[in-house]
């Protein structure tokens, strides 16, 4: 189960990251859209994050190598995410705001490629 949760994380990564990189412009209409006053989207996003966060935390929380620390990892992240979302969304539109500009969205595009390139190398080829 762990390979193959670590292979969806890795093209998850992969795809976030060449996705902000090549649509630049919708990312920032979407970050905007989040940090406006229409809270719709964060609850969705909120209840979307909080299912997966628990199903991965209760189907694969083992801490033993790369590939399990970082799907364990990820189910936690997304968990603690929703729950964030839900309780606090006034918090997460803050976030938002603050990180809605182009040297942010350039990281997070160069970050997530390369992370997922790795991730992936890991997951399909070594």
Known sequence: ???YLF???SLYFLIIGLSVLVNKKTYKKLMKELSGEAGLLVFVFGFISLIIGILM???HNLWGNFQEILVSLY???ALIKGSLLLIKPAGYKK???KCNNDGYLR????FY???GLYCCYLAFLA
């Open 113 to 115: 490629t390369a992370f």
């Open 75 to 77: 189910g936690w992240i």
């Open 57 to 59: 935390v209760c189907a």
């Open 95 to 97: 976030i938002v705001q």
């Open 1 to 3: 189960m762990t390979l």
């Open 107 to 110: 990281f997070v595009s160069i």
């Open 7 to 9: 292979k969806a994380i």
